[in-house]
């Protein structure tokens, strides 16, 4: 029986998505305009149903910020210092390979590595890096770097974007996350992250990275100055690089905290809008096999209710997180393996503990 839906507009939605009909701009739009969120969530439901049946995903992970120093400053980033200001940092390897023998006693199977543009580091460190997190965790992936420090490494080494990549390839990267690409758009770039790589360059960095035989992630922050068209776009734009590359994982959509920020005024994202967010993405992003309900940005209770709006995944056990609560986030720093599935069972799923690349783990050993 189909559902029944509050908002009529939302039927053909529904047709299309069950014909398997691509979602235009417009459907974009209205998914995000509705007042019948529970019809869009219905919708999503059944895309994510078809995908993945009762299974929600989480991953053992560890996140590695090895410096907040960066030299971008995006306005609407907590985390970043200048050198100079109290609370900068910028971690040795013997640090990093001290907070790795620190939790070596854990089944990590992905470490999450992600910095800011620190020009008093060199190619070298990020090599060493890679290698030194490889020789201590062989059996863990390295999801290390967005496509911003590509770029900048690119620059700092001299080499090109895809001998760039292939040393780090050689070096341990695994696969990379899917940061920096906020917004994909000029207005957005402009006023908020003048400094950083723009939209074309990101776009060229990523299909490189694809081309490379490197997966990826994709993200879109939300919440801040962006239009809803703007947010439909964005998602357009990346099922088009994906239609051409096939080279993105997931999707994550990343909610704005502004406490800290240079932006303190705006108002944390609302329920209604992070569920239509992973609703929208869900849906426009056809061929995405994985839609994340980040936890730490939406908080652990909303996740849950995202797993039934279109997510199948709720990202990892973390431990450390940095980036989100230096910028206000009021959820957990980490979760256990146990917390993680308790979360999944009572929101009526199956979990799945997976590897960075989507295979279940199975319980024997590391
Ligand atoms: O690129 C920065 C965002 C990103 C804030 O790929 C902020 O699996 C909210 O990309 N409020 C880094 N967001 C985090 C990221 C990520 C996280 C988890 C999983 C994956 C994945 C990727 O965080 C940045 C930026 O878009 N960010 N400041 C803030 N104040
Ligand atoms: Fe630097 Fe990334 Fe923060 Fe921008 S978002 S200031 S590039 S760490």
Redesign the pocket.
Same mark, same amino acid.
């Given at each position: 029986m189909d559902p029944i839906f509050m908002d009529e507009r939302l039927k053909p939605i529904y047709a299309k998505v069950r014909q398997g009909t691509r979602l235009s701009k417009e459907d974009g739009i209205c998914i995000y305009q509705t007042r019948d969120l529970l019809g869009a969530g219905k919708i999503a439901h059944a895309a994510r149903c078809a995908r993945h049946g009762n299974t929600a995903f989480y991953v053992y992970n560890q *996140?590695l910020n090895y410096t907040n120093i960066c030299k971008n400053r995006?306005r $609407?980033?907590?985390?970043a210092k200048d050198r100079q200001e109290s609370g900068a940092y910028a971690w040795s390897i013997e640090e990093i390979s001290r907070r790795l023998m620190d939790r070596i006693d854990e089944p990590v199977d992905e470490l999450?590595i992600?910095g800011g543009l620190n020009e008093a580091l060199g190619f070298d460190y990020y090599m060493d890096l890679l290698k030194t997190v490889k020789q201590i965790r062989p059996h863990a992936a390295i999801?290390a770097f967005?496509c911003?420090e590509i770029d900048y490494l690119s620059r700092l080494s001299g080499l090109g974007v895809d001998e760039t990549i292939a040393h780090l390839k050689e070096a341990g990267l695994d696969m990379?996350?899917?940061?920096?690409?906020?917004i994909l758009n000029t207005r957005i770039h402009d006023a908020l992250f003048p400094k950083k790589i723009d939209h074309t360059r990101w776009i060229e960095i990523v299909k490189a990275v694809h081309k490379a035989g490197i997966t990826?992630?994709?993200?879109?922050?939300y919440?801040h100055i962006e239009t809803i068209e703007e947010r439909v776009d964005h998602l357009i734009t990346l099922r088009e690089i994906q239609d051409e590359t096939h080279g993105f994982s997931?999707f994550?959509p990343?909610? $704005? *905290?502004?406490?800290?920020?240079r932006m303190p005024e705006l108002p944390p994202t609302t329920a209604v809008d992070d569920l239509k967010s992973v609703a929208a993405a869900r849906l426009m992003l056809d061929n995405f096999d994985h839609i994340?309900a980040?936890w730490?940005?939406i908080g652990e209770p909303l996740s849950q209710v995202a797993l039934s709006f279109g997510a199948d995944d709720l990202?990892g056990t973390i431990i450390e997180?940095r980036?989100?609560h230096?910028?206000?986030?009021s959820s957990a720093k980490g979760l256990t393996r146990e917390q993680m599935e308790h979360m999944i069972r009572k929101a009526g799923f199956e979990p799945v503990q997976r590897d960075s690349f989507y295979n279940p783990k199975t319980r024997t050993g590391r």
């Open positions: *996140h995006c $609407f980033c907590a985390y999450h992600v999801k967005t911003v990379m996350p899917g940061g920096g690409a906020e990826t992630n994709a993200t879109m922050l919440g997931a994550v990343l909610a $704005f *905290h502004s406490k800290n920020t994340k980040y730490v940005m990202d997180e980036i989100t230096t910028a206000g986030a």
